[in-house]
């Protein structure tokens, strides 16, 4: 297992005069959920993720090499339009990431990003973005150092993504992502995702992820906020125990199919994580009505069909059902009949278990 230290970047020549780079990296939705997290965006409790495939982010990566002045210099387009609201994101990125990477003051950099998913979805484009830039820095590390192994390729990746967004490390590579130190999951590590060790029951190969846009406008408390609202939580380490122990739970789940288990634990997770916001101070509602009456649809349809759909939630309002694939065509007509009516515009994406990030130009 890597310490912070392995990461810092030593080497100086060999730096390439330009070149361009473009990765899309996918989203990811927790089913063992990050909630609360310590200083260099530690996790306060490990978390389990599907990788997702349909929506991702994309982004290209030009560098030039430049006289350095000590300062970050890029240019940051957002579907091929100048985004000025969106660089000092990044450059608290660069900030958080420059020991590591201290080569980025030496280049001007254009960044264009796109979104699979609709802009303004509800659908937090977080994590596939910071993943999908640390792709590019990484790729351009490795033209400077090329004998990088690809191991330590990818966990840096997931090292530089963490920073800019937590769960952004669950998105760089692997189908079941598990981020922060968990004495059961081999290598596991609150610096970066590790692929889930063990192998996967054949049910939840290609498990489906409907996606629901219940509500797409901006939350009334950022999940940034919500994280800091744990440490003073009157139930934060009851929660950090239960996320341990519903972990090893889950771990079981996928080895053996146990549907009825992995439902149970997952729905759990879900109400959890809205549980322990409207239980902070302040507290705050993140669900709409829409999102509840979506719930005790998808429950009443489990106990009348023995069909094994369950949702999950990440920090807002939307749905995610998730089901087998040897269901989807039966559950895609419950859901075009029966939620669809739930949704902001009738909105929903269908998605299914993905891989994680892929370069699409070398």
Partial sequence: M?????????????????????????????LVKYWGKK???IPANPSISFTLNQCKTITKLDFKKIESNGLFSFDFHFEGQ???????KIIKFFERIATYCPYLKDYHFT???QNTFPHSSGIASSASGMAALAMNIMSLERTINPSMTEEYFYQKASFLARLGSGSACRSVKGTIVVWGHHAEIENSSDLYGVEFPLQIHE??????DTILLVDKGEKQVSSTVGHDLMHNHPFAEQRFAQAHHNLSALKKALETGNLNDFIKLVESEALTLHAMM??????????????????????????QTNIPICFTLDAGANVHV???????????????????????????????????????IN
């Fill in 203 to 208: 049910t939840f190969n290609n498990y489906q």
């Fill in 2 to 30: 890597r310490i912070e230290k392995d990461f810092i970047f030593k080497l100086t020549s060999n730096q390439p005069a330009s070149g361009t780079f473009q990765w899309s990296a996918p989203s990811n939705i927790a």
């Fill in 111 to 113: 960044i264009d990003t």
């Fill in 278 to 303: 409207m239980t902070s101070l302040p507290y705050f509602i993140l669900m709409k009505p829409n999102t509840l009456e979506i719930i005790q649809k998808i429950w009443s349809y489990r106990n």
């Fill in 39 to 41: 200083d260099h965006q």
């Fill in 82 to 88: 100048p985004k000025e609201e969106f660089k000092p």
């Fill in 322 to 360: 998730l089901y087998p694939e040897n269901v989807r065509a039966t559950v895609l007509q419950f859901i075009t009949t029966e939620l669809v009516g739930y949704c902001q515009n009738g909105q929903y994406i269908c998605d299914e278990i993905g891989f994680g990030a892929i370069e699409t």
